[in-house]
């Protein structure tokens, strides 16, 4: 039963940290909403100690100064914190914690992995810095949802076929807000990407041509201030290489064999611009990765046996027009991540981190540009062998309009 946050019980909350005002006996409980998963038994949990403090104190607080400290809890803690009282129980309607919320740094980056199969979707929620699983419930997702687009800013973009109509939709999976997107002036399949304005809290979504699809169609772009998608110019592209794309300072970045080098879309103006950097020799399989800024990096393979494969990351130089190699990934992480030459990986990055996943092995290794360090994810194991990964940042003041 919920009670006032100013009176003392004996009761406990989740967790090994209390969250009561006072120091009680911990029992663990499940947060509403997102259930914590078990993991490898080689996993370990951050442990916190516990801190004492006075029921007064508690009661003392402002409530602008406890929204703005339960702020800056990593979110999925506050499905825990909300079990405390009434008043905790309602702060994902309070406009002061939302508020707050925004300006308080990021939690850290998380690995969302999407999977679906005849019956249910499954989506997980990998937290880096707290290095634990979270199940969200997708309850809410459309049956014909079945591709993952993206993650920007809090929200996730999802697109499929409904029937014989190519449909996109939008969500917060922390609030289980959704929303289908209107239909496109074409209805073939495209490639997205969702990008997000956290100032003018807005999102756009930007459909492009695709790898197998009709080369003719021209670039679609939906502003959600608008509600609908507008028309703009055909990317002048015969043959593109990948369908992996970059978004980085306003710009989309895609790979092209003719012609030879990137296709550069500027969503302030509409228009395509070819970029004639020639890619790396002996590249087997090339992505693009956004850094922060006008960072925009190139990781692939070379070599045309196993035993002269090497992971390589370069990075464009915008003025010189070329690719200039920055890393290369250690032989040991090589060998582990693709056991095989032709084994399939992943790649995507967020904040100059890079994300290389292993359908096969099942392991996630990261590598951070500025730091110049290569790491496993302890406790990372793909939930399934078909799942779709990106990175997530958890936010609750991620609006779907």
């Not at 339960?70 to 999925?76: C, D, G, I, N, Y």
Request: proline share 5%; net charge positive.
């Amino acid at each position: 039963m919920d009670r006032d946050c100013s009176t003392s019980t004996s009761s406990s909350q989740a967790g090994s940290r209390n969250t009561s005002p006072s120091r009680q006996k911990v029992v663990k409980t499940k947060p509403r909403g997102l259930d914590e998963e078990t993991v490898a038994a080689n996993f370990g949990k951050l442990v916190h100690s516990d801190v004492q403090m006075e029921d007064s104190i508690w009661a003392m607080l402002p409530e602008d100064l406890l929204n703005e400290i339960l702020a800056r809890v990593p979110p999925f803690m506050i499905f825990r914190l909300r079990s405390v009282c009434k008043r905790w129980n309602s702060i994902l309607q309070d406009t002061s914690f939302l508020k707050f919320h925004s300006q308080a740094p990021s939690h850290g980056p998380c690995l969302l992995t999407f999977a679906k199969n005849s019956q249910s979707f499954h989506c997980s929620v990998f937290s880096l810095p707290l290095k634990s699983w979270y199940k969200i419930p997708f309850s809410f997702m459309p049956n014909w949802a079945f591709w993952l687009v993206g993650s920007s800013s809090g929200l996730v973009c999802f697109a499929g076929i409904d029937g014989i109509a190519f449909r996109t939709m939008v969500c917060n999976p922390l609030t289980q807000s959704w929303r289908m997107l209107p239909s496109l002036h074409y209805n073939q399949q495209r490639q997205l990407v969702m990008v997000v304005d956290r100032l003018d809290k807005s999102f756009k979504v930007i459909a492009t041509s695709d790898v197998y699809g009709d080369r003719t169609l021209p670039t679609e772009v939906y502003d959600s201030k608008l509600n609908k998608w507008s028309l703009h110019q055909i990317m002048p592209a015969v043959n593109l290489c990948s369908s992996k794309m970059a978004y980085c300072d306003s710009r989309l970045y895609l790979e092209t064999l003719s012609p030879l080098g990137l296709m550069m879309y500027r969503l302030d103006t509409g228009d395509w611009e070819h970029i004639p950097a020639k890619f790396p020799r002996s590249l087997l399989d090339g992505y693009l990765v956004a850094g922060v800024q006008k960072r925009l990096f190139l990781v692939g393979r070379i070599g045309l046996y196993s035993t002269l494969q090497s992971m390589r990351i370069w990075e464009l130089d915008h003025v010189k027009v070329a690719w200039v190699e920055i890393s290369r990934m250690p032989p040991k992480y090589f060998r582990a991540l693709l056991r095989l030459s032709a084994e399939r990986f992943e790649c995507f990055g967020q904040d100059n981190l890079i994300c290389f996943t292993s359908w096969n092995q099942g392991k996630c290794l990261l590598y951070d540009v500025d730091k110049k360090v290569w790491s496993w994810i302890a406790g990372y194991a793909f939930q399934s062998y078909n799942s779709q990964v990106c990175f997530y940042e958890p936010r609750f003041d991620a609006s779907i309009y």
